[in-house]
């Protein structure tokens, strides 16, 4: 099964994907992870999107559709995949359109998570992230057994420079201008489920599982 997830930053895109991955046994492909390993080794990709990133705006579509195509030349996506942070624009649906078409392969299903913007500003400025493995926390929702420390590896955690106040609410309206037309596409191709996603993960989660089967 080919997934995407569409959703506003800190709708649990991330989280969900990363279950769900687990739970079919496919591979999650984070645009957002592949540009933050860039970043934190420095490479030419990494330079180039740091500071959009930090800045809330999306790094531009030729970057990221480089990195993406990369990505699915690795034999892993050949049963399906979980993709979670692209597209965010009308341009890189029909990117995405093309590079499975290539490949004779067709999305199966859109997720829209949809949140409450009080919950979303409320999970993301007190979320901490695994260096290590990536594992997400909360402050208070979720603190580490040990400040700081990720209770599954024992990595450190870190706040993302992009989980600031200012910076989530600049990443919210880029998200709000390009979603209406990215929804209308996967509405008009009869792809798209939408799933409230304020609630707990593990109930969120259910419930995606239960839709995918739906579409098996
Ligand atoms: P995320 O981890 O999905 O919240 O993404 C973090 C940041 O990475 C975004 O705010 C963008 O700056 C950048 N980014 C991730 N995916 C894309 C994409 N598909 N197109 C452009 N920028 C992206």
């Known amino acids: 099964m080919r997934i995407v997830l569409l959703g506003p930053p800190g709708a ?11 739970k079919l046994g496919l591979p999650h492909i984070s645009t957002g992870d592949i540009l933050r390993q860039n970043v934190a080794g420095d490479t030419f990709l990494g330079k180039e999107a740091r500071d959009y990133m930090n800045k809330g705006l999306l790094v531009p579509d030729e970057l990221v559709t480089k990195m993406l195509s990369e990505r699915f030349k690795q034999p892993d996506v050949k049963n399906g995949f979980i993709l979670d942070g692209y597209p965010r624009n009308l341009s890189q649906a029909k990117v995405l359109d093309g590079i499975l078409a290539r490949m004779k392969m067709k999305i199966g299903l859109v997720f829209d998570l949809d949140c409450s913007e009080p919950v979303i500003i409320q999970r993301l400025s007190g979320r901490l992230v695994c260096r290590k493995c990536g594992a997400n926390f909360h402050k208070t929702n979720m603190p580490p057994k040990k400040e700081n420390v990720c209770d599954n590896c024992g990595g450190e955690l870190y706040q993302r420079p992009d989980d600031n106040v200012e910076t989530i609410k600049k990443r919210l309206a880029v998200y709000k201008n390009e979603v209406s037309v990215l929804i209308k596409y996967y509405e008009d191709n009869g792809l798209l489920l939408r799933v409230n996603s304020g609630g707990r993960a593990e109930v969120v989660l259910e419930e995606m599982v239960r839709l995918v089967s739906t579409k098996k």
């Open 12 to 22: 649990g895109k991330g989280t969900q994907a990363k279950q769900l991955a687990r």
